[in-house]
Every structure is written in structure tokens, then in C-alpha cells.
């Protein structure tokens, strides 16, 4: 079955480390976003990619970063500089038409030790 | 900038009647889609609903339902006959420009047995 696929499902950082939140989806979709969610604040975009090797900053990109150097994969680095980065971390893809709804893989909480 | 908002923080029915959920949007386009995203405790998003705004005619997926008011950027949901597993937060979303996804902060909606 065609979906996409986060790991881990739990994630814990300790101080002054990096984690990568994996992000793998076999849809065929050219678009691949990554959100943050926290309690009362929606969905907040950090990044996104509409095509292999490119990728935007979104509205919190601040202590994150990505890459995108296959079309089906699109790993999410909490860096060091990310101070408040418990939250809940979700994974989502579309075809690039704005008229098509995106998929969500089922995410990732990323906790602090 | 495209903005959505949803002023029912948290929502609750009895099992088996209806219940409206409520979407105010801003955008300077003209054809757009608007999307209603359902979020069980599982925690994976998925699309409930979705309308085109240019067509008139209001969406319907079963029981849910939108109604759709162009004028006055309103994009509520209907969910007829709530049933417990409709018990989740709720999220109405709008494409900014053709690359993204607004969202709103979502309504979280209990069904009562």
C-alpha cells in the first residue's frame, strides 16, 4: 500500500544534540512538507520541497533544517539551535497542485531529556 | 497573507445528533479549495472534506457536509448523525499560493455516548 512512513515514533534529545526525524513516502508526490504541532497552535509549517534538491524555508525554520537528494525521502535535522523543540512532528506529501489534498504520515513526538 | 480561523476551541455532542463546526478564512484569490482535516487521538491526519470554490453547489462525504459561503470566506462543517469515532481535533486548511497550506488551530470535538 502507498503511504508514507515516519520514524521513530518517539524521539528524545538530550542538550546540545541533533536528531533527524525521518520521513519516507512512496506516493510518487513531487511536494513533501514538514509541520510542527503544538497544544492550541495548529499546524505550523517549517519546511517544504516541491522537487528533488530544493527546499523553502516556512513560517518556523529557526533551529531546523532538511534535504531532499531523493523524491521519496525528506529528513527533518533538529539542530542544538532548536531551544524548545518538544512537540509532535508531522510528515506530509502531494502531487504540486494546490486543488489536491496532502497526505500525513503519522508522526513523530520528540521529547527532551 | 491567507489566514484561517477557528473560533470554537473545543466542541461536544451527543451521539447521534448534529453538530457545526466553524471556518473563517482571508484570501485575495478567486479559485481556491478549502479543506476540512480530521485528527483522531491516533494522531494521523486525514481529509474529511474538501470544496471548490467556484462550484456552488456545497460538498458532501457521507455524513459530513460544508457549508459553503463565499461572501461572507465562511467554510463550516456539518456532521450529521455523530458517531463516537468522530471524536477528534479538526482542522480547516487553505492553499497559500500554490505551493502550501494555511491551517487553522483546530477544534477538538468529543462525542458523548
Known amino acids: 500500500d502507498g503511504g508514507i512512513t515516519q520514524s521513530p515514533k518517539y524521539l528524545f534529545r538530550k542538550e546540545g544534540q541533533n536528531v533527524t526525524l525521518s520521513c519516507e513516502q512512496n506516493l510518487n508526490h513531487d511536494a513533501m512538507y514538514w509541520y510542527r504541532q503544538d497544544p492550541g497552535q495548529g499546524l505550523r509549517l517549517i519546511y517544504y520541497s516541491q522537487i528533488v534538491n530544493d527546499f523553502q524555508k516556512g513560517d518556523i525554520a529557526e533551529g531546523y533544517s532538511v534535504s531532499r537528494e531523493k523524491k521519496e525521502s525528506f529528513p527533518l535535522t533538529v539542530t542544538s539551535a532548536q531551544k524548545n523543540p518538544t512537540a509532535f512532528y508531522l510528515c506530509?506529501?502531494?502531487?504540486?497542485?494546490?486543488?489536491?489534498?496532502?497526505?500525513f504520515g503519522d508522526g513523530t513526538r520528540l521529547s527532551i531529556l | 497573507a491567507q489566514t484561517v480561523t477557528q473560533s470554537q476551541p473545543e466542541m461536544s455532542v451527543q451521539e447521534a445528533e448534529t453538530v457545526t463546526l466553524s471556518c473563517t478564512y482571508d484570501?485575495?484569490?478567486?479559485?481556491?479549495?478549502l479543506f476540512w482535516y480530521k485528527q483522531p487521538p491516533s494522531r494521523q491526519m486525514i481529509l474529511v472534506i474538501r470544496?471548490?470554490?467556484?462550484?456552488?453547489q456545497n460538498a458532501t462525504e457521507n455524513r459530513f457536509s460544508v457549508n459553503f459561503q463565499k461572501a461572507a470566506k465562511s467554510f463550516s462543517l456539518k456532521i450529521s448523525d455523530s458517531q463516537l469515532g468522530d471524536t477528534a481535533m479538526y482542522f480547516c486548511?487553505?492553499?497559500?499560493?500554490?505551493?502550501?497550506?494555511?491551517f487553522g488551530k483546530g477544534t477538538k470535538l468529543t462525542v458523548n455516548p
Open positions: 486548511a487553505l492553499p497559500a499560493g500554490s505551493e502550501k497550506l494555511v
Open positions: 506530509a506529501s502531494s502531487v504540486r497542485d494546490y486543488n489536491q489534498p496532502q497526505h
Open positions: 484570501t485575495s484569490e478567486n479559485n481556491y479549495y
Open positions: 470544496q471548490e470554490a467556484y462550484k456552488q
